[in-house]
């Protein structure tokens, strides 16, 4: 079984934070579970460009105000609390927080390894190449 509080996580290697969002590594691929689960915020007032070529992602809004823009077609889908939203084509987006922070909680397969951030494209490295720069 595994048991992990967010407190102890805090100010760890699973406590990654950007400019734009900060996200809590509670599940990662090392606990050998199929996916990674994470508790992210996306800082109010914000963009950020996502294009997970590497994963799928699913998203559950537990509190505050943003949207989803997905590039290719220009479509805008409001976020709040109660929200699912899944990336399940791997789509090339904004996120945005507008009113206030974005709490989300996210779930990645295939899951993250731990200190992955963005590239310039929006892009996560595949867990081999992760693996890899590791080493």
């Known amino acids: 079984m595994i048991v992990c509080r967010l407190q102890d996580i805090l100010n760890t290697s699973r406590d990654v934070q950007t400019e734009t969002w900060a996200s809590r590594r509670l599940l990662l691929e090392e606990d050998g579970m199929?996916?990674?689960?994470?508790?992210?915020?996306?800082?109010?007032?914000?963009?950020?460009?996502?294009?997970?070529?590497?994963?799928?992602?699913?998203?559950?809004?537990?509190?505050?105000?943003?949207?989803?823009?997905?590039?290719?077609?220009?479509?805008?889908?409001?976020?709040?609390?109660?929200?699912?939203?899944?990336?399940?084509?791997h789509?090339?987006?904004?996120?945005?927080?507008?009113?206030?922070?974005?709490k989300l909680v996210c779930t990645f397969n295939p899951p993250l390894v731990g200190t992955e951030v963005h590239d310039e494209e929006g892009v996560y490295a595949t867990p081999e190449q992760m693996r890899a720069a590791q080493v």
Request: with cysteine; net charge negative.
């Open 91 to 102: 789509d090339n987006h904004y996120l945005r927080a507008t009113t206030a922070d974005l």
């Open 34 to 89: 199929g996916f990674s689960m994470h508790e992210t915020t996306i800082f109010a007032g914000t963009q950020t460009h996502i294009w997970y070529k590497n994963h799928l992602e699913a998203v559950y809004c537990v509190a505050g105000e943003g949207e989803v823009e997905l590039i290719e077609t220009g479509e805008v889908f409001k976020i709040v609390p109660g929200t699912l939203y899944a990336l399940n084509k």
